[in-house]
């Protein structure tokens, strides 16, 4: 099963960095960190992927250490929109969703 | 990012009624998609697996009976909630996307069952 683990929620406010951190010890050869947006009543948004090293796209960075046994989602300057579920996955044939970790933005 | 569509958005039923539930893929063809379950406040869960000309894959626990998969052509896959009951009541999503491992999947913006 690919396992991952990550903070229940977060709280954080207007304007500032958030970082989640994701840890998945079980990662294989092959696997690939996809993460997540989900906001209620809707299906999972597709926000960032990567496989090592610093992934950076126009709404997230994505940071891999060496060992890939963890992975943090950067999100800079969040705004109230960002109030979300996140989540953290391995990218295999299917995807296994964990808890995610719930970001509320305060103004 | 490529597109995903549901139909219906939402739907209510009476209880013992069968539902149809359509997910497409709009910008791309997959041979492979993928049904989940959502329940209030909690994560998604994998119900099954789709392939496009041959039988779903359902996981563990999941009555293939009961949840009619149907994915016919390379754009569209079925879910057909058959003899529903209020336990069935849930947030459906399905998502589809490419085969290989650095291959993206996309949802759909989901379906509201409630049967009363």
């Known amino acids: 099963l690919a396992k991952t683990t990550q903070p229940i929620s977060m709280d954080s406010y207007e304007g500032q960095e958030v970082n989640i951190t994701c840890s998945h010890n079980n990662i294989a050869t092959n696997d690939y960190i996809t993460w997540y947006q989900q906001f209620p009543s809707q299906g999972p948004r597709f926000i960032i992927q990567g496989y090592k090293t610093k992934v950076t796209n126009e709404v997230a960075s994505l940071f891999i250490p060496a060992d890939r046994k963890s992975s943090t989602l950067s999100l800079p300057r969040v705004s109230l929109s960002d109030t979300a579920v996140y989540y953290c996955l391995l990218r295999r044939r299917a995807l296994t969703f964990g808890s995610g970790t719930r970001l509320q933005v305060q103004p | 990012g490529a597109v995903v569509s549901q139909h219906p958005s939402w739907v209510i039923c009476k209880s013992g009624t069968s539902v149809k539930i359509e997910c497409r893929s709009l910008d791309f063809q997959a041979t492979t998609m993928f049904w989940y379950r959502q329940f209030p406040k909690q994560s998604l869960m994998l119900m099954a697996t789709?392939?496009?000309?041959?039988?779903?894959?359902?996981e563990q626990g999941v009555e293939k009976d009961k949840f009619l998969i149907n994915h016919a052509s390379l754009t569209l896959s079925t879910l057909t909630v058959t003899s529903a009951h209020p336990e069935d009541s849930s947030f459906y999503i399905c998502?589809?996307?490419?085969?290989?491992?650095?291959?993206?999947?996309?949802f759909g913006p989901g379906t509201r069952l409630t049967v009363l």
């Open positions: 998502s589809a996307g490419g085969q290989g491992h650095s291959d993206t999947q996309y």
């Open positions: 789709s392939n496009e000309g041959s039988k779903a894959t359902y």
